[in-house]
């Protein structure tokens, strides 16, 4: 930063690095999906010459695969976004109205959802789905907590963003396997 830098210059900058640092997370993760589309055989490769930590740009790509280009909100930020990610798409927008019109932080949208989930519980209106339960031992929670901190994702976010990866992941390889074999699915 420049000596002499004025308080107005310097929140002006503040604002421009942040549009920066959102921007860079959709460009990051559009840049995954593109190379995972159009260079399977050279797409790890890629990935490391590019020297970003692989579950981070799987987060971003997984980002920005559930929200289309026409879908992302320009007022609202990249994690907005990924705090919505694992939702339906009606329930996407519905967030990202709510969002938007209240111009909530992320912090902000993360409660208003965890409010909603449990005025559904308290009132019966929710779906099993949100009563599920998982035992993990105690060691693997920290473990995953770390990592989704070090990702700079909300914990349930990250686990379902995971879980989603693991079950594309699987569920390609499986295809692919079919398809060398011949079989259709």
């Known amino acids: 930063m420049p000596a002499g830098l004025t308080f107005e210059d310097w929140e002006r900058a503040g604002r421009q690095l942040s549009g920066i640092v959102n921007s860079s997370s959709w460009w990051l993760g559009d840049w995954l999906v593109y190379g995972k589309d159009h260079y399977t055989d ?27 280009f026409s879908r992302r909100r320009a007022a609202l930020s990249f994690q907005h976004h990924a705090e919505l990610a ?8 519905l967030w990202l109205d709510r969002a938007e019109q209240m111009q909530w932080t992320t912090k902000q949208l993360r409660s208003a959802i965890r409010d909603a989930r449990e005025d559904e519980v308290r009132d019966g209106s929710g779906t099993p789905e949100t009563m599920r339960r998982l035992a993990v031992p105690g060691s693997r929670l920290q473990w995953w907590h770390k ?32 398809e060398q074999a011949g079989i259709s699915a």
Do not use: C, H, K, M
């Open 42 to 68: 050279r797409y790890q490769r890629g990935i490391r010459a590019a020297g970003l930590q692989y579950q981070t740009l799987r987060n971003y790509a997984w980002v920005s695969r559930r929200f289309d």
């Open 86 to 93: 694992s939702l339906p798409i009606d329930e996407q927008e």
């Open 147 to 178: 990592a989704a901190e070090q990702s700079g994702i909300d914990f349930e976010q990250w686990v379902l963003a995971t879980l989603d990866n693991a079950a594309e992941r699987a569920l390609v390889e499986e295809e692919a396997e079919r």
